[in-house]
């Protein structure tokens, strides 16, 4: 899913591609005065319990296979049949051939200014956090499915409410395969999709990775790369969060540095993405995950129905009401 340790400090160099006022980043936001429609977490809720009902959405795995004709199925009857890419790509790791699928759906294909929203859509492949069963794959109804709940859930209402900016959902493919400390095996789909960009010269304004976005006492600290990428995105976000009454969950703090798939897409497009994600920073400066974090216990009883009613609501705020034409 993500990982605890830092990643080198060339890293850190990852240029802006336009300057900015006041925050570096170019990013504006203001209040526009229009209407806003409601997110369903109970939806929500239940396409990350289809999701998990497939079991493990493992590379090269029949749960994996049935989880990608569900979300093509899915997309494209939200966003029609030829805004939907599907994009196949196949990966040498740990000597298996893995067949890895990205998903793009495209609405508001009138706009040419766009903005991305991603999630990674498969799960772990073993549960090395669990002290019971730590070589089967988990379940991950939080971590993947969380997000990709969330971005179905808004392809319905972008499919039936205008949207005022074009956007593009992202599902990546084998963001978790890795093993611990091996960098290369993480973030498959962001870094072929990346490298490899189904519309050349593709240039939103800006990205927002969701992961783990569902989980039971969750916390969203300000991500320490998403703040280097976009901190007047970050800003505006949890500036909402507040003003919402989810100032408990967006809490206005330095998190921790994350390696996740926000800091591909921004190394190899130059994109600011941000990551939305459940974490915290301990005293030492690192990280720290919830206690279910590559276990078994990544199921749906620990999904949170008003955690996810939190995010829907606060996206659709900035989505429809806060992006500047």
Request: glycine share 10%; proline share 6%; with cysteine.
């Amino acid at each position: 899913m993500k990982l605890r340790s830092l990643i080198t400090a060339g890293t850190l160099s990852l240029l802006m591609f336009i300057s900015c006022k006041t925050e570096d980043d170019g990013l504006e936001f203001r209040e526009m005065g229009r209407e806003v429609p409601a997110f369903s977490s109970e939806r929500a809720y239940q396409y990350i319990e289809e999701q998990v009902a497939f079991g493990p959405r493992v590379p090269n795995t029949e749960a994996h296979m049935n989880a990608i004709n569900y979300f093509r199925d899915h997309f494209r009857a939200t966003a029609g049949q030829r805004a939907v890419f599907v994009q196949e790509f196949e990966q040498e790791v740990y000597g298996d051939n893995l067949r890895m699928f990205n998903l793009v759906a495209a609405f508001g294909l009138e706009h040419s200014d766009r903005i991305v929203l991603a999630a990674h859509w498969d799960s772990r492949p073993r549960a090395e956090e669990d002290p019971d069963d730590p070589d089967s794959p988990i379940l991950g109804a939080d971590d993947g499915g969380s997000g990709v709940g969330v971005l179905m859930e808004l392809a319905n209402i972008f499919a039936e409410y205008e949207v005022p900016i074009g956007v593009d959902i992202i599902l990546f493919d084998g963001e978790d395969y890795g093993v611990p400390g091996d960098l290369d095996h993480y973030f498959l789909g962001s870094r072929y999709w990346s490298q490899n960009p189904p519309v050349p010269g593709y240039n939103p304004r800006f990205g927002i990775l969701l992961d783990m976005v569902g989980g039971v006492n969750a916390v969203f600290p300000k991500e320490g790369y998403s703040m280097n990428f976009a901190p007047s995105l970050v800003n505006e976000i949890w500036s909402i969060a507040e003003e919402f009454g989810h100032g408990d969950l967006f809490i206005d703090e330095r998190g921790g540095m994350i390696q996740d798939d926000h800091i591909i897409v921004q190394r190899y497009t130059g994109i600011p993405m941000i990551n939305i994600i459940h974490h915290r920073r301990n005293p030492a400066g690192g990280v720290d995950f919830p206690p279910y974090w590559h276990t078994h216990d990544d199921n749906m009883d620990i999904i949170d129905q008003a955690v996810l009613q939190s995010v829907g609501d606060v996206l659709l705020e900035l989505i429809y009401n806060r992006i500047p034409r």
